[in-house]
Structure formats: C-alpha cells, structure tokens
C-alpha cells in the first residue's frame, strides 16, 4: 500500500459534511495503532486463503463491511499484475454498484480517498460508455469514479478537494466529470474556472497522459466557446498537441456547429496550420440552419481559404461521421436517416445557387462531383435495399 500526502483539506460544512473528519482521524488512528483499516491483509486468514480472487470476491465482500471490503481490495491489488487488478476491479465495481447499504458504501470509499493512500494498477486510463472509467490506473481513480454512482453529492464535495490540490492529472480529469453530472454546476463559473486551469496546467502539458488527453472533454462539455484562445495558446507552446487539439475542435463542432463556426476563421493557429482539418470542420455544416449557412458561405468566400482546401471541403461535404469512442461527457448526436435525406437535399440546393461562382474559382469538377454523389445518395433511400443514404 503506497501512502500519498494529499495535503487534506479539513474545512468541511458543519452541517453536510461533519462526519467527513471523523473518518479521516479514525482512518489515521487506525494507521497510528498499527490497526488494519484500509491496508494490510484479511485478519484471521492465512496467506493462501486471504488471495482475493474474481470467482470469491462477492462472498469475501458480501460477509463484510464496505469499509472492510474496501480494504481488502486495495491490499490485493498489484501493479505487477495489470490483467488479474482489472478482473479484480470489474468483480469490485458490480459488488460495490450491487450494495443496498449506500450510504455506508459511500462513508468507506470517501474515508479511502481523504486519507490519501492509493495502490498503482498498471492500467491505463480508459473511457467507458457513460463517462464510466474502464480502466482505472489506481484504486483511488477506481473508487472515485464508483463512488460518483453511489453518492453524487459525495463525489462532489471530494472532487472539488481534488481539482483544488490539483496534484494528479488523471484524477483531476475523473474529478471533472464528476462536477459535470451536476447540471447545475456544470453550467457554472466554478465549472469552467477548474476546466481552465486543468487544461493550462503546465506540468501535465509537458507529460501529457492519457487521463489527461481526457479531460479535455470538459472543455467541449462547458460550451466556454468564448475561451478558444486557450486552446490556441496551448497549440502555440506545445506543438506536438496540434493534432489532439484539432479532433479536441472536432468534437465541439459536433455538439454546438451553430456556435462555434463563426469563429474558427478567427483562430489563426487553427486557420493557418490545420487546412485540412478545418475542411473537415465546415463540411459538418448544416445548411438548413441559418447560422451554419451563413458560416459556410463566408468559409467558401474567403480569400485566405485555398483552393486545395476547398476542393478537400467538397469532397467531404456533407459529413455525417462521428467518433465512436466513448467521452467523459460529451455525447455523439447520430443523425437519422430522414435528417441526413433532408440534409443532402439542402446541400444540393445550396450548392445549385453558388454553383457560379465556385466555378470561376475553378471548382467546377468538384462542384459537379459533389452534386452526383448527393444524388446518389438520395436515390439509395428510395430502394428497399438500402437503410442508409451512406451505404
């Protein structure tokens, strides 16, 4: 068991939070008094029988309290045995999730994660459907997340603590997600305050990690469209980010096209060195929205906008893809067959008004190549045989 100073944070509301001290100062105890509390074998149990395992963790769980259980876990793990720790942590979180008694759940795990120890287990962070963390790379980043389905409110108040400390990038991250379940923080100044700082954070930008690349997604979920220029600034200082910045932009012109068009050709980091990425970008233009529509003729207008680009933009007009990887927090939006038929039918409109003066631009071929393919694509749907204007 690896002990972490965490720097505790013990200023809690009397009135919400006045039982948070005293596991912290009975965990600490128990540690003084040399008391097995979250560490330190099964008592009673031989070293063979003590071997926690995935087949008689529910029994070995189910006889215990959760504090107990959480114990027992954390003493079992061993960063030396990634595959077994993830078995083990599967096992855990479908016990943990299956407990009726939440609030003592809830009290173990907190007391876990105030006394600050942790238990490496070689996995690397990943994102599971939901935001829910797959992978966890330590028993803390486990029992948080888990303790988020638990106890909200719970994981709120130590989530802060965390983002506060700001000591471990991947924590931090699970710690956003955590305060964006709330609605009603997500949408807060407290939000984007603890957004800004995770993504500006000049250690964890020098030795990016998975988690880290991660949290982003807070960025995307609190629609700050306003604050873009951190993400310049971060492409300027750190350039081996540029790509993981451009799909980063992707994914928040999936969730708010209207918004956000209007200002990429303002961004001149984006503008100048991701060409062919923002060709991707306005391709997801939706022309039957005025606001995208607008946009869209500005992008094609431009000067600056070569035609290298646009002819990239033409070929991919209109895109419908979207990532299928799982998010903290943002969700893809899949678009029905009946709003992508509509969808190319106002596309071939649009493109029929300015053919003209694309085709002085010398986009004509690709204008006429865009064109016979949206045609395509909307007889498909008319057949029997096809489901999709894409197949």
Same mark, same amino acid.
């Given at each position: 068991?690896?002990?972490?100073?965490?720097?505790?944070?013990?200023?809690?509301?009397?009135?919400?939070?006045?039982?948070? %001290?005293? *596991?912290?100062?009975?965990? %600490?105890?128990? *540690?003084?008094?040399?008391?097995?509390?979250?560490?330190?074998?099964?008592?009673?149990? @031989?070293?063979?029988?003590? #071997?926690?395992?995935?087949?008689?963790?529910?029994?070995?769980?189910?006889?215990?309290? =959760?504090?107990?259980?959480? @114990?027992?876990?954390?003493?079992?793990?061993?960063?030396?045995?990634?595959?077994?720790?993830?078995?083990?942590?599967?096992?855990? &979180?479908?016990?943990?999730?299956?407990?009726?008694?939440?609030?003592?759940?809830?009290?173990?795990?907190?007391?876990? %994660?105030?006394?600050?120890?942790?238990?490496?287990?070689?996995?690397?962070?990943?994102?599971?459907?939901?935001?829910?963390?797959?992978?966890?790379?330590?028993?803390?980043?486990?029992?948080?997340?888990?303790?988020?389905?638990?106890?909200?409110?719970?994981?709120?108040?130590?989530?802060?603590?965390?983002?506060?400390?700001?000591?471990?990038?991947?924590?931090?991250?699970?710690?956003?997600?955590?305060?964006? &379940?709330?609605?009603?923080?997500?949408?807060?100044?407290?939000?984007?305050?603890?957004?800004?700082?995770?993504? @500006?954070?000049?250690?964890? *930008?020098?030795?990016?990690?998975?988690?880290?690349?991660?949290?982003?997604?807070?960025?995307?979920?609190?629609?700050?469209?306003?604050?873009?220029?951190?993400?310049?600034?971060?492409?300027?200082?750190? =350039?081996?980010?540029?790509?993981?910045?451009?799909?980063?932009?992707?994914?928040?012109?999936?969730?708010?096209?209207?918004?956000?068009? =209007?200002?990429?050709?303002?961004?001149?980091?984006?503008?100048?060195?991701?060409?062919?990425?923002?060709?991707?970008?306005?391709? &997801?233009?939706?022309?039957?929205?005025?606001? #995208?529509?607008?946009?869209?003729?500005?992008?094609?207008?431009?000067?600056?906008?070569?035609?290298?680009?646009?002819?990239?933009? %033409?070929?991919?007009?209109?895109?419908?893809?979207?990532?299928?990887?799982?998010?903290?927090?943002?969700?893809?939006?899949? *678009?029905?067959?009946?709003?992508?038929?509509?969808?190319?039918?106002?596309?071939?409109?649009?493109?029929?008004?300015?053919?003209?003066?694309?085709?002085?631009?010398?986009?004509?071929?690709?204008? #006429?190549?865009?064109?016979?393919?949206?045609?395509?694509?909307? @007889?498909?749907?008319?057949?029997?045989?096809?489901?999709? =204007?894409? #197949?």
């Amino acid at each position: 068991m690896k002990k972490v100073d965490r720097g505790l944070n013990c200023e809690f509301d009397q009135d919400t939070h006045h039982s948070k %001290l005293s *596991l912290i100062l009975i965990g %600490l105890t128990m *540690l003084v008094l040399g008391v097995p509390a979250f560490s330190g074998t099964d008592p009673g149990q @031989s070293q063979t029988d003590s #071997q926690l395992s995935p087949a008689n963790l529910p029994q070995r769980f189910a006889e215990r309290e =959760p504090a107990e259980a959480v @114990s027992l876990l954390a003493s079992a793990l061993d960063e030396n045995r990634p595959v077994d720790n993830q078995q083990l942590l599967d096992a855990a &979180r479908e016990h943990f999730m299956g407990r009726t008694d939440d609030t003592a759940t809830a009290n173990a795990m907190a007391g876990y %994660l105030s006394i600050g120890e942790d238990e490496p287990t070689g996995l690397t962070f990943r994102v599971g459907q939901g935001g829910r963390i797959e992978s966890p790379p330590s028993m803390r980043i486990a029992v948080l997340d888990w303790l988020s389905d638990i106890d909200g409110d719970e994981a709120l108040t130590i989530s802060r603590e965390i983002l506060e400390l700001a000591e471990d990038a991947e924590e931090a991250a699970v710690a956003l997600r955590n305060l964006g &379940r709330h609605p009603e923080v997500a949408r807060s100044g407290e939000f984007l305050h603890y957004t800004l700082a995770f993504v @500006s954070n000049p250690q964890w *930008l020098e030795q990016p990690s998975a988690g880290f690349f991660e949290g982003f997604d807070a960025l995307a979920y609190s629609q700050a469209y306003d604050h873009l220029d951190v993400l310049v600034s971060i492409a300027k200082n750190h =350039p081996n980010l540029t790509g993981f910045l451009a799909i980063l932009m992707d994914t928040m012109i999936q969730n708010d096209r209207g918004a956000v068009y =209007p200002l990429l050709m303002d961004l001149p980091i984006f503008g100048n060195e991701f060409r062919s990425m923002r060709a991707v970008w306005f391709a &997801r233009a939706d022309v039957r929205d005025a606001n #995208q529509k607008k946009a869209l003729e500005l992008y094609l207008k431009d000067s600056s906008v070569t035609v290298e680009e646009k002819k990239r933009f %033409l070929e991919l007009f209109p895109l419908f893809t979207r990532s299928t990887a799982p998010r903290l927090l943002t969700e893809d939006h899949l *678009l029905s067959i009946a709003e992508m038929v509509s969808i190319d039918h106002a596309s071939i409109k649009f493109f029929e008004y300015h053919s003209a003066e694309l085709e002085r631009k010398g986009l004509g071929p690709s204008i #006429q190549g865009l064109k016979e393919r949206l045609g395509v694509f909307v @007889s498909r749907v008319k057949t029997k045989n096809h489901t999709s =204007p894409r #197949q």
